[in-house]
């Protein structure tokens, strides 16, 4: 059994962020203020340009808020230095996104190994654990393959090992399953339950309810406000829907 903090991972206090200034400033976010605990499943809904990806940058320490503010395990995310920032986007989070982003001259073994460079583990360990990765992710007869010759749904696997390969406790993933079909849409909603099972908190951004229905939470996002805020499901418990047959349980990349 994990222990679980009391303190939210996330916490955010009417937070926004504005882009550009004068006439032409954007307003991404207008006050928002959300609080994810530990091990829960959130997926975050709302139209084109209500602020999905803005929100979800600033959670990932990838941009700052314009005003507000942003606890991170407790941590004043403000208050950190680039090197601590790094660390945290590095060590804490693994990201995932709708384009995959994996390098196309690289295998899958070597976009995995990345991120295990950047954090500093050495050649041999580091190919151990993106095998682990790779094989809790239905890819083990995939390691030499680019990624031109996989499919979408094969790419999107490794990137998700890859954003597991450090062993995150925080899972961000944008539009994960937007360049998927329905077969690959549900591999991979697979193992982010069996990610979310396993004790990491998971923050995903969907446009489709059929993929918002896997978490235990929907945040409805318009401009730049949450609307609403359902739990679908406890914190402590499988996700909605999880189906935990079809990847057998890990912890190989532990
Ligand atoms: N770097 C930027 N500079 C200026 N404006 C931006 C920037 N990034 C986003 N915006 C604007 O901020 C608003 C929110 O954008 P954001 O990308 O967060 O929306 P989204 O909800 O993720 O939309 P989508 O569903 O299309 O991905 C939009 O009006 C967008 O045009
Ligand atoms: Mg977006």
């Not at 899958?108 to 809790?136: F, I, K, M």
């Not at 193992?191 to 993929?211: K, M, Q, S, Y």
Request: overall charge neutral; some cysteine.
């Amino acid at each position: 059994m994990l222990f679980r903090s009391a303190v939210p991972v996330i916490r955010l206090w009417q937070l926004t962020k504005t882009y550009g200034d004068g006439e032409a400033a954007v307003h991404a976010l207008r006050g928002v203020s959300l609080s994810v605990y530990e091990g829960d499943y959130v997926a975050i809904m709302g139209a084109s340009g209500s602020g999905k990806s803005t929100l979800m940058s600033i959670i990932g320490c990838l941009d700052v808020q314009t005003s507000g503010r942003y606890l991170l395990d407790g941590v004043d995310v403000e208050l950190l230095n680039e090197n601590e920032l790094s660390e945290i986007r590095n060590r804490k989070i693994g990201f995932v996104f709708q384009s995959f982003n994996l390098l196309p001259g690289s295998t899958a073994l070597q976009n995995v190994e990345l991120p295990l460079t950047y954090a500093g583990v050495r050649s041999g360990e580091r190919r151990r654990r993106a095998a682990a990765a790779l094989d809790a992710v239905g890819l083990a007869r995939r390691y030499g393959h680019r990624p031109a010759m996989m499919s979408g749904g094969e790419r999107q696997r490794v990137a998700v090992a890859r954003a597991i390969a450090v062993n995150p406790s925080l899972m961000l993933a944008d539009e994960p399953t937007g360049n998927l079909d329905s077969v690959a849409t549900d591999d991979v909603l697979a193992i982010f339950a069996r990610l979310n099972t396993e004790g990491r908190t998971i923050v995903l951004i969907t446009h489709e309810n059929e993929v918002a229905q896997h978490a235990k939470r929907v945040v409805r996002v318009k401009d730049g406000v949450i609307v609403d805020d359902t739990r679908q499901s406890p914190i402590d418990g499988p996700p909605p829907l999880h189906t935990l047959t079809k990847y057998a349980p890990a912890g190989a990349h532990r």
